[in-house]
């Protein structure tokens, strides 16, 4: 069936540094790939996302980078700072009304 | 809009009982989801909706999880009977299911089953 990994599952940074986080897919018929970020306590909130039909996305200190041959998609953040520690998730989706898988997880740290 | 709403917040209760979470979605959001999330699995999806029809429920665990949504800003989780193995955190989120693609998730429901 449908599945998504993440890699890695834990990330520490020193802060100011760049953080990369990975993902693959294995439906090749998946065309919505959205990063969601969770705080503790919270439920998991979308930071960027990217269609099948862009290979890359840009948002201030946040990139999603989209290789649909290879099945593989990553988050880059740069310049982190302190409040860019969380859990990140990867996901991946068919369409608009299909459900949406999520990757496991992966636990960012910045170091100060 | 104030965003998905779950409740209850937190949930305490012994081996054997009923438990119903509920979830809100927001209003014109026509995909709703429940998702189940622990250390070990992640964060799983249990069931989906689509116009309040479920579609996909092959995430739930057994039969003894049910989940309903008898109009389009109500839906219901519940597991008859709880065991502690069940114990996580449910989320429950919307998205439009046309031409916006974001699911908005809730604040999730804590549950316990001691």
């Known amino acids: 069936g449908e599945n998504v990994e993440q890699h890695p599952s834990t990330l520490s940074v020193q802060e100011g540094d760049s953080a990369v986080i990975k993902c693959t897919y294995s439906d090749s018929a998946s065309n919505y790939f959205p990063w969601y970020k969770q705080e503790l306590g919270k439920g998991p909130q979308l930071i960027i996302d990217?269609?099948?039909?862009?290979g890359e996305k840009k948002d201030q200190r946040i990139a999603v980078t989209l290789n649909k041959t290879a099945k593989h998609f990553s988050l880059h953040i740069t310049e982190t700072q302190p409040e860019d520690s969380a859990v990140y998730f990867c996901?991946?989706?068919?369409?608009?009304?299909?459900?949406?898988?999520f990757g496991s997880g992966t636990r960012l740290s910045i170091r100060p | 809009d104030a965003g998905v709403i779950q409740s209850p917040r937190h949930e305490v209760t012994e081996m054997g009982q009923e438990v119903t979470l509920r979830c809100k979605p927001i209003?014109?959001?026509?995909?709703l989801f429940w998702y189940r999330q622990t250390m070990m699995r992640g964060l799983e999806l249990l069931i989906y909706f689509n116009n309040n029809v479920p579609i996909d429920d092959s995430g739930m665990p057994e039969d003894r999880f049910s989940a309903k949504m008898p109009n389009a800003s109500f839906s219901t989780l519940k597991i008859q009977p709880s065991e502690p193995r069940d114990s996580a955190v449910y989320f429950c989120?919307?998205?439009?299911?046309?031409?916006?693609?974001?699911?908005?998730f809730g604040q999730g429901t804590r549950l316990t089953v001691v």
């Open positions: 996901a991946a989706s068919k369409s608009s009304a299909s459900k949406i898988i």
């Open positions: 990217i269609r099948s039909n862009v």
């Open positions: 209003s014109g959001h026509n995909s």
């Open positions: 989120a919307s998205r439009t299911g046309t031409g916006g693609s974001e699911a908005f």
